[in-house]
């Protein structure tokens, strides 16, 4: 039994995010949390905020306990450790900066370096000037994607890079890593899930993906990361060393379907350059890579070859660029609905394909590039915000801006709903329980909101665009 005073110490601290998030002036400690407006999207939200403030409290913990009083009584107040402790004059323990961004989180390549990138304010601006442009590539299986237009590794005026490769690193890894945090650099590691037990894929099949490490606690035998927890969220985690020493040397052997890449990039070292006076937002180049995507050009498709290999290339149908990617994006989710209702296995071909990275079937499309459209177009108001607080404002601008949120908000609802439906039909589908008609009624749902986005995206874009230059440049 939890002591009162901490468990009311708990409360208190709970009460206070539940508020912040759910936009609550009151609440009762007993209040269950979907029957005040809770849903997946804010839970991982109240996670994150929780670990900030020192409390571990996970998306599941609010789902299975409900309510405030519940889960004060399952959770312990957990203490962040000082960034360096020394034991008779060494190092025992170091914890580099890390900045827990939720910005851009779908795919781990673009997240975990951001995390080191976002520590220093000035680096927004930097931050800004990215992440613009967009690919949507659908492959011969059917199965499509979106990913950023973007270098993968964009970021050589902030950080120095080195890749190892399995062979390159054959020293004591846990000694390397403790090694490489004490000298200020951040490694990301392609490590078999299959031995870590914060993974989805623990004991049940080998896969191999990416962490990053960022601190270590010597007395303890833990490492503390970045990356994707069993529920798929993007979050801090603690691995012990030995099952961290397993992860590692089993990857070694099993990284070929799940991980190919690791061939030549098995560990990424990031080394921080020193920049002076920091960075400084481009306006020009911002302007031009907007107007790039609005027109959906294929100007920069050079891109493409250092983001997708040849033979990869050689395996898809189409490429599309800029505001066509939403039309693209409905005709895919058109697809993955009519395969559903013809009961293909959509499951099957997902744990196919997870386990030996082929098929030939594939679903048309799933929960990563709707959650990607999202971020981009949450990352698009977030960069004209910034240059109307910077440069130019007027009652027009803020007025285009407020209806391009208005998108912003659709589309976060309907990615929020069609995450629902994927964990549903995936894990959990129960036709006795469960109304096989209201599911396809709330997949129809998603499918018009984002194509109503789509419909509006353009032309509003190009309205903030006129606004904005026309006033900056001294139009009016």
């Known amino acids: 039994m939890r002591e009162k005073q901490n468990v009311e110490q708990i409360e208190g601290i709970l009460t206070n995010i539940w508020k912040e998030v759910l936009y609550l ?136 890079e080195t890749y190892l490769t399995y062979k390159e690193q054959q020293s004591d890894i846990i000694e390397f890593i403790e090694k490489s945090i004490d ?22 099949h080998h896969y191999v993906h990416q962490s990053m490490v960022f601190g270590y606690d010597k007395t303890a035998g833990k490492l503390m990361a970045l990356g994707f927890d069993s529920n798929m969220l993007f979050k801090e985690l603690i691995f012990d060393y030995d099952d961290f020493v397993k992860a590692y040397e089993s990857a070694k052997t099993n990284y070929e379907f799940t991980a190919p890449w690791a061939e030549t990039e098995a560990i990424q070292l990031l080394t ?34 250092k983001l997708i290999p040849l033979e990869e290339q050689q395996m898809c149908t189409d490429i599309i660029y800029g505001p066509q990617i939403c039309n693209a994006i409905v005709e895919s989710l058109e697809k993955l609905g009519r395969d559903i209702v013809q009961g293909l296995d959509v499951q099957g071909m997902v744990e196919q394909f997870k386990e030996k990275m082929r098929g030939d079937i594939m679903p048309a499309i799933d929960y990563r590039s709707i959650h990607l459209l999202y971020e981009h177009k949450k990352g698009l108001y977030d960069r004209f915000k910034y240059i109307s607080n910077n440069y130019y404002t007027s009652t027009k601008l803020n007025t285009l801006l407020e209806e391009f949120n208005k998108q912003v908000d659709k589309l976060n609802t309907a990615r929020l709903t069609f995450f629902d439906l994927e964990h549903m039909l995936r894990f959990n589908f129960d036709p006795a329980t469960i109304s096989f008609e209201n599911i396809m009624i709330s997949f129809q749902k998603v499918i018009d909101t984002i194509k109503s986005v789509g419909d509006e995206e353009e032309q509003l874009l190009r309205d903030i665009c006129m606004e904005f230059e026309t006033g900056y440049r001294g139009g009016k």
Not at 191 to 197: A, G, K, M, V
Request: hydrophobic content about 30%; glycine content about 4%.
């Open 25 to 160: 002036k009151t609440l009762n400690v007993n209040d269950r949390f979907f029957d005040l407006g809770g849903d997946s999207f804010k839970a991982e939200m109240i996670s994150d905020i929780c670990l900030e403030k020192g409390i571990q409290v996970t998306p599941n913990d609010i789902f299975n306990y409900k309510s405030i009083s519940e889960i004060a009584k399952n959770t312990d107040i957990i203490h962040e450790p000082a960034k360096e402790a020394f034991k008779d004059d060494k190092i025992t323990e170091k914890k580099l900066k890390i900045k827990y961004q939720r910005d851009i989180t779908t795919y781990l390549h673009r997240a975990i370096p951001l995390c080191a990138i976002l520590t220093e304010d000035s680096h927004y601006s930097w931050f800004y000037e990215h992440y613009i442009q967009l690919f949507f590539i659908t492959y011969n299986n059917n199965f499509s994607r979106l990913e950023f237009l973007e270098p993968k590794n964009n970021f050589e005026e902030i950080f120095d």
């Open 183 to 204: 000298s200020g650099k951040y490694l990301t590691i392609n490590i078999d899930e299959y031995y870590l037990p914060q993974k989805g894929s623990y004991n049940e």
């Open 272 to 305: 921080p350059k020193r920049t002076e006076g920091g960075c400084k937002f481009n306006l020009s180049r911002f302007m031009e890579e907007i107007n790039k995507y609005l027109d959906g050009s294929e100007s920069d498709s050079s891109r493409i070859t």
